[in-house]
């Protein structure tokens, strides 16, 4: 498979502007004061998903030849790579076919359908969902679109490290979530090519480390995939974004999925911002490591916020 580079990342920024404006990077004083750090919020919960990912789907469908557009595509996800998949479909009139495990999230089940995808359940598993996935992909000569190793989704993503790098060009660390490793992978690509100095730190929950595992090993494993943070939910490493991470993540962190719920509440009363799980995870490593971002300039990237009613029910009660 072909490394994306950053002239992608480039063109994907041109392909994107008439679909997405930027999003805004703001900083809160409360929230600094409880960090202990300058924090810059990259607001990728307003994007009109609710999350980062649709820049890498409009990219891949924007990309695909008209023909093979025409044939439709085919996906899995537990829910915001199909909302992803699904807008960009719909944008570019593609027949659209997402497989989600039985028992995802139920409020992103519900905005897939919304924007005219098919969605099928199939598997109690994210990895028994992408085997469905491939059967129905061959069979029906569809494109089946894997939620990380895909070089177009990655150089869609970067354009949010532009727009961040552009923003708040003093940082010194990006705190990133990580579940396929697209995200990451974008921002090393980025950050190395235009402000090397920066370290960009990866997080996983430890509920679920496959990807981290993987970087740590310098080899693809699989791991136990307990984690009820869906963003940051799989039980292996992908090739391609493993590769791009190793040489450009600076470190790689598991937090437990109650230091994000605990980041989560933070945001909502610090930032009024609604972030999901994955969305929060960047700070909740910020705030489980006062010493080592003590004063300094932090970038984190509020990647989503598709939470559902019963997650945001059990997160307020707590
Ligand atoms: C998918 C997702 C992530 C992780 O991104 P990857 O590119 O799969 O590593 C983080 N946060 C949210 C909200 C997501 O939907």
């Given at each position: 498979?072909?490394?994306?580079?950053?002239?992608?990342?480039?063109?994907?920024?041109?392909t994107?502007?008439?679909?997405?404006p930027?999003t805004?990077?703001?900083?809160?004083?409360?929230?600094?004061?409880a960090?202990g750090?300058?924090?810059v919020?990259?607001?990728?919960?307003?994007?009109?998903?609710?999350?980062?990912?649709?820049r890498?789907?409009?990219?891949?469908?924007?990309?695909?030849?008209?023909?093979?557009r025409?044939?439709?595509?085919?996906?899995?996800?537990?829910?915001?790579?199909?909302?992803?998949i699904?807008?960009?479909?719909?944008?570019?009139?593609a027949?659209?076919?997402?497989?989600?495990?039985?028992?995802?999230n139920?409020?992103?089940?519900?905005a897939?359908?919304a924007?005219?995808?098919?969605?099928?359940l199939?598997?109690t598993?994210l990895?028994?969902?992408?085997?469905?996935?491939?059967?129905?992909?061959?069979?029906?000569?569809?494109?089946?679109?894997?939620?990380?190793?895909?070089?177009?989704?990655?150089a869609?993503?970067?354009?949010?490290?532009?727009?961040?790098?552009?923003?708040?060009?003093?940082?010194?660390?990006?705190?990133?979530?990580?579940?396929?490793?697209?995200?990451a992978?974008?921002a090393s690509l980025?950050?190395?090519?235009?402000?090397?100095?920066?370290e960009?730190?990866?997080?996983?929950?430890?509920?679920?480390?496959?990807?981290?595992?993987?970087?740590?090993?310098?080899?693809?494993?699989?791991?136990?995939?307990?984690t009820?943070?869906?963003?940051?939910?799989?039980?292996?490493?992908?090739?391609?974004?493993?590769?791009?991470?190793?040489?450009?993540?600076?470190?790689?962190?598991?937090?437990s999925?109650?230091?994000i719920?605990?980041?989560?509440?933070?945001?909502l009363?610090?930032?009024?911002?609604?972030?999901?799980?994955?969305?929060?995870?960047?700070?909740?490593v910020?705030?489980?490591?006062?010493?080592?971002?003590?004063?300094?300039q932090?970038?984190?990237?509020?990647?989503?916020?598709?939470?559902?009613?019963?997650?945001?029910?059990?997160?307020?009660?707590?």
């Amino acid at each position: 498979m072909r490394l994306p580079c950053f002239t992608d990342v480039l063109r994907a920024g041109q392909t994107l502007r008439p679909h997405l404006p930027p999003t805004p990077a703001w900083s809160y004083p409360a929230l600094d004061a409880a960090c202990g750090a300058h924090v810059v919020v990259k607001h990728e919960n307003v994007q009109p998903t609710g999350a980062f990912k649709v820049r890498g789907g409009l990219t891949l469908l924007a990309t695909m030849p008209a023909a093979e557009r025409d044939r439709g595509v085919v996906t899995y996800s537990t829910g915001n790579h199909a909302q992803s998949i699904a807008y960009a479909a719909r944008e570019f009139r593609a027949p659209c076919t997402v497989v989600m495990p039985e028992g995802a999230n139920e409020s992103k089940h519900r905005a897939v359908e919304a924007l005219g995808a098919t969605v099928l359940l199939r598997g109690t598993t994210l990895e028994e969902s992408a085997t469905a996935a491939t059967l129905l992909a061959t069979r029906c000569g569809a494109r089946l679109v894997s939620p990380a190793d895909e070089p177009a989704l990655i150089a869609g993503v970067g354009t949010a490290y532009l727009e961040l790098l552009t923003a708040a060009p003093d940082l010194d660390v990006i705190v990133v979530p990580v579940g396929g490793g697209s995200n990451a992978a974008a921002a090393s690509l980025v950050v190395r090519t235009l402000a090397p100095h920066i370290e960009v730190i990866g997080v996983q929950s430890d509920a679920a480390p496959a990807a981290h595992d993987s970087w740590h090993a310098g080899h693809l494993v699989e791991r136990p995939n307990r984690t009820e943070v869906e963003g940051l939910s799989t039980g292996r490493g992908f090739a391609l974004t493993q590769q791009l991470m190793r040489d450009g993540l600076a470190g790689f962190v598991l937090v437990s999925d109650n230091d994000i719920r605990a980041a989560q509440r933070l945001l909502l009363s610090r930032a009024h911002t609604l972030a999901e799980g994955a969305g929060a995870a960047g700070l909740a490593v910020v705030l489980g490591d006062p010493p080592r971002f003590a004063g300094r300039q932090v970038g984190i990237v509020c990647t989503g916020a598709n939470a559902s009613l019963d997650q945001l029910r059990s997160l307020l009660a707590a």
